[in-house]
């Protein structure tokens, strides 16, 4: 600091005069007193210092700032466009479609690129109008963290449309996560077997993944926009080898529940005459947008020859991103019931703050019920008494 006082002392006197070349340090400043920067973001302000013996100059200046790339403010619109390079091709070596044009999702922070994708029939429509059905691809790349999802083709389609007004269709996907993922595929003319052959890739970690679902609108595009059909996939058993699957298209509302789904362990106690029941967790449940407080509960109840024999209830609890753990127990007396004849009914309920309650779904557990994977339960808990049998099941 003193050699810099007297360094403006001596400038001061000589007014105009060069600076001595004893003189150890020389500053330059911008004219106004302010800093100024340049395009590629240094400053120009600097120092001079001389060296001892040679006398060369050494500059000492602010380094050039690299640019990056800025989150955008938070948008209504989900498809805005941003250039991701380094994302041209499926790891399987086939070119991606549309490989130039990627999807910014401003309220998730993740990318999304075209590209194609196939799913298990697990999470197939229940609805008993067959509106046609869709083929998807699904994996996960687990050393880049993302996962690939391929809208491969729709089949058989059977949608209410007029022909003569020569619909088109899209596929718009939603990825159930607390703040959804919204993706949509270019416009197709409508026909019986339409391709898409589109790819998205989201970067998403796999244990968020396995909490959400995949939900797919069908939506013609003609006088006016509207959804013609659905389907919902559960992303629980996402993995990374690539799976294709044809999913059943249903008329809209018949995946309202998006892929709820809830876990469940049973087990046979021949000696006390009952089976165990335990409502364990709830993944993937709806959150409300108001601010009315939205609480769940599960019913259990066990039917023999048609008639209800006993029932119970978990308490009512509020959803913590999309997911409840109860982990209660309930013991459901047989009596003289045999297990093979019996049939659980598990039933999953939503109420609001005000106090308006209704059932989001259930899951039936027995021989004689449509889903597989319940039979599977069921006939796994009776033939291996004692054995605690758990598995997820979907809300239908």
């Known amino acids: 600091m003193e050699c810099l006082k007297n360094c403006c002392k001596r400038l001061i006197k ?40 040679d006398g060369k100059e050494v500059p000492f200046i602010l380094p050039t700032t690299k640019t990056s790339y800025v989150q955008p403010a938070a948008s209504d619109s989900h498809d805005l466009l941003y250039q991701m390079p380094g994302v041209g091709e499926r790891p399987d070596g086939s070119k991606l479609h549309n ?66 007004q ?61 959804t013609a059909a659905e389907c919902v996939l559960s992303l629980r058993g996402l993995q990374t080898r690539e799976t294709e699957q044809w999913l059943r298209l249903g008329p809209p509302g018949a995946a309202a529940r998006k892929g709820c789904e809830l876990r469940l362990a049973t087990c046979f106690q021949p000696v006390y005459r009952r089976i165990q029941v335990r409502a364990l967790a709830a993944q993937n449940l709806q959150t409300s947008s108001l601010s009315l407080a939205q609480e769940y509960a599960v019913t259990v109840e066990l039917h023999g020859d048609g008639i209800p024999v006993a029932r119970e209830k978990t308490l009512a609890l509020k959803a913590v991103e999309g997911q409840c753990q109860w982990n209660a127990v309930f013991y459901l007396e047989l009596g003289a019931l045999h297990p093979s004849s019996c049939r659980l009914s598990i039933q999953l309920f939503v109420r609001t703050s005000l106090k308006k309650k209704r059932c989001v779904g259930q899951v039936q557990l027995g021989l004689a019920v449509p889903n597989p994977e319940a039979v599977e339960q069921w006939k796994d808990t009776i033939e291996h008494p004692e054995k605690v049998v758990t598995a997820w099941h979907a809300v239908t």
């Open 14 to 53: 000589k007014r105009g005069a060069e600076p001595d070349e004893t003189d150890g340090i020389a500053m330059q400043i911008n004219p106004g007193g302010s800093k100024s920067s340049s395009i590629d973001g240094s400053h120009t302000d600097y120092f001079l210092s001389k060296l001892p013996q």
């Open 166 to 226: 020569k619909p088109r269709i899209q596929i718009r996907g939603i990825i159930t996560l607390p703040k959804a993922i919204h993706f949509k595929t270019t416009i197709k003319e409508y026909s019986q077997d339409t391709h898409f052959m589109e790819t998205f890739v989201f970067a998403l970690s796999l244990q968020t993944l396995h909490r959400s679902a995949l939900l797919l609108k069908l939506q013609t595009h003609g006088a006016r926009k509207r």
């Open 99 to 164: 490989s130039n044009k990627k999807n910014y999702d401003s309220l998730s922070s993740t990318v999304s690129t075209s590209s194609s994708f196939q799913s298990s029939t697990e999470s197939s429509c229940e609805s008993g109008e067959d509106l046609g059905s869709l083929c998807v691809r699904l994996s996960y790349q687990e050393k880049e963290e993302q996962v690939w999802i391929t809208l491969v083709q729709c089949s058989q389609l059977n949608l209410p449309v007029n022909a003569a």
